[in-house]
């Protein structure tokens, strides 16, 4: 019997050529080598041989070693270049050319997919900022007053930002919990992670120049799932009154893998209903387009899944995320990265952070190996998630996954 195919995919494959995301691979036999590629099933195309072997008229932006300069050349040569890999992958008479272009992702390295230019964090999902406004300030509303008017967000540090895989070092500081009488230094004790959704900046703007809720799509290249990864005890200390600082800067994981927008035309959705008005930048009850995505995050803390978040009940959506960060004439630069905030839904196993889960360490999951608070060296955590596609299909946004290791 002949091989099969690695293009024949089995049915319901999250990866199949509905998808196609993007990433950044090398081989062992070429390790300094980065090449493009794009996931199909289980193997990864190299897309610049790809783009040589079929003669294409894409090559110049797919032979590169990294995503940035397909990711400036805008809204219309990404529709054209999807459209291209999807023919690629789907039409037979390309197969001889294909499949030897194809690698078993067992057999490649993935790296971060592009250059992170400028990295922003929000605060989107009400249940979120309701428990962790309860939980840091117990005396006060939950939710601050401009929290219904404005999507509220902190610049992050952009050189921190690390590819799935990549083991975090607990990280030291200063912490002060409201009983000691003096701060003290040393490791983290209350360690944590954020469920989070990343979006991409491909297309940049002109300082000065606002982008409207509108233009989203000629901006966003894609999304990937984000671990804010959070040391609970240093933020809390430290957060008064500027907002999150080393607490959240020692490292920010991301999967290998981004969505392009195309891929999530079936998972958009309305987002929440709107409890107030907004100013006219961010009103988008008018929109043609639904600003949500349905997406369905999993947690999983050393292969057991803790939660389950829902990316649709995020209060704030990407749109208005990107239209307030430029409403002032901020710039947008290709590879400009912004995150959703924490994914919690209204359920206990919905929340996106350990803080929540277990009620700021006063409340312990009970796991099969014991009670468990806030992180520990040695463990690994593995957000996966996968969004509704066309005609029934699931779209794979793959994984983020992180290892913590004593500092
Ligand atoms: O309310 C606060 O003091 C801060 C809460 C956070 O941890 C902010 C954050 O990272 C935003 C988010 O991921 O939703
Ligand atoms: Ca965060
Ligand atoms: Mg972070």
Do not use: C
């Amino acid at each position: 019997m002949p091989e099969q195919s690695p293009l024949e995919l089995a049915e319901g494959d999250p990866f199949g050529p509905h998808n196609l995301p993007y990433g950044v691979f090398t081989t062992a036999d070429q390790p300094e080598r980065r090449r493009l590629g794009v996931r199909v099933g289980g193997h990864v195309l190299d897309a610049g041989a790809a783009a040589h072997a079929l003669g294409s008229p894409y090559a110049a932006l797919l032979d590169q070693p990294g995503l940035n300069p397909l990711m400036a050349a805008g809204r219309t040569a990404w529709r054209d270049v999807r459209r291209a890999l999807t023919a690629w992958v789907t039409v037979p008479a390309h197969r001889p050319d294909i499949e030897p272009l194809l690698h078993p992702l067992g057999a490649v390295t993935m790296h971060l997919p592009y250059e992170v230019a400028d990295y922003v964090d929000f605060y989107a999902s009400e249940h979120h900022a309701t428990n962790v406004g309860r939980i840091f300030r117990p005396d006060g509303d939950a939710l601050t007053p401009n929290w219904k008017h404005l999507p509220i967000g902190y610049h992050g540090r952009a050189g921190t930002i690390v590819v799935s895989g990549t083991d975090v070092t607990r990280p030291s500081g200063q912490r002060k919990a409201p009983s000691d009488p003096a701060p003290v230094f040393g490791p983290s004790v209350k360690l944590d992670i954020e469920a989070e959704v990343g979006f991409v900046v491909g297309t940049p703007s002109r300082q000065g120049s606002p982008v409207e809720l509108a233009s989203f799509r000629d901006h966003v290249f894609g999304l990937s799932l984000l671990n804010d990864w959070s040391a609970r005890d240093i933020q809390a200390w430290e957060y008064v009154p500027l907002g999150p600082f080393l607490g959240k800067s020692f490292a920010t994981s991301v999967s290998a893998w981004v969505t392009p927008l195309e891929a999530l035309d079936a998972a958009r959705v309305a987002p929440p209903a709107r409890t107030h008005d907004l100013l006219p930048y961010l009103d988008d009850a008018d929109e043609e387009e639904p600003g949500g995505f349905d997406l369905r995050i999993s947690v999983s803390l050393n292969g057991r899944v803790i939660s389950e978040p829902p990316f649709s009940t995020m209060y704030w959506t990407a749109a208005q995320q990107l239209a307030h960060m430029t409403v002032n004439g901020a710039s947008l630069r290709t590879g400009d990265l912004f995150a959703s905030g924490t994914v919690s839904g209204g359920r206990r196993e919905e929340r996106g952070s350990f803080l929540e889960l277990t009620w700021n360490g006063t409340e312990p999951l009970e796991l099969p190996d014991g009670k468990r608070t806030f992180l520990e060296d040695g463990d690994e955590i593995t957000l996966t998630a996968w969004a509704p596609g066309p005609d029934g299909t699931r779209v794979g946004l793959g994984e983020v996954t992180g290892r913590i290791v004593a500092g």
